[in-house]
């Protein structure tokens, strides 16, 4: 059937991240992807990470459990479209994409649980926020298998909210050499660090 493998193809393409690692002779600006796809995300097609998302995100359990109508009434369509379907939002576009705070904590913004905190996060060049850690236990990874690729989703562990994918060995100096590729709309920010106080305590 021709139908979905035009759109595993649409979305491989509309939502890879072009990626070079940074070398001593590159510049942030010289790493930023191409930007022809900015405009070009799932959006357009807000059903199609449900149909194709895999059995083990189905099957994962989370203290945090609300039904579809639930999670509608509190978040906002998209939201709901990130969080809930798997859905990618258009990269640049993201409010935390370029937000670069000192101190503070990003929050699930399904269920406010505390994800990164602000020195987590580093400069990409990617298109959306990127972390190198994350709040201890905070993020669940598991194999996704979507559209005939291979990656791991991180997903919130309180939730199960989708927050993006992880990827290794791109090469950023962090010490985790680590990105967290994350959806802004799946976080709020706070000047807060909840973690930090707890940890004082």
Not at 148 to 167: P, S
Not at 168 to 182: I, L, M, S
Request: proline share 8%; hydrophobic share 30%; net charge positive.
């Amino acid at each position: 059937m021709r139908f979905p493998s035009l759109l595993r193809t649409f979305y491989a393409f509309s939502n890879a991240t072009l990626h070079r690692a940074p070398t001593p002779f590159t510049t942030a600006a010289s790493v930023r992807p191409v930007t022809a796809l900015r405009a070009i995300s799932m959006p357009s097609i807000p059903f199609v990470g449900a149909l194709f998302h895999t059995a083990d995100s189905r099957k994962m359990s989370h203290p945090v459990q609300k039904s579809d109508s639930e999670w509608q009434a509190q978040l906002s369509p998209e939201q709901f479209r990130v969080l809930r379907e798997k859905g990618t939002e258009a990269p640049f576009t993201g409010e935390y994409d370029k937000h670069q705070p000192t101190s503070g904590t990003y929050t699930c913004a399904g269920c406010n649980a505390p994800l990164y905190t602000a020195d987590h996060k580093f400069k990409s060049g990617c298109g959306w926020p990127a972390f190198f850690d994350t709040v201890p236990g905070a993020v669940t990874r598991h194999s996704d298998r979507t559209f005939g690729m291979e990656r791991i989703e991180i997903v919130c562990t309180n939730c199960g909210g989708h927050l993006g994918h992880v990827f290794k060995g791109e090469g950023y100096p962090t010490p985790t050499d680590e990105r967290h590729c994350v959806n802004s709309v799946s976080l709020k920010f706070s000047k807060e660090d909840p973690v930090k106080e707890q940890s004082k305590a």
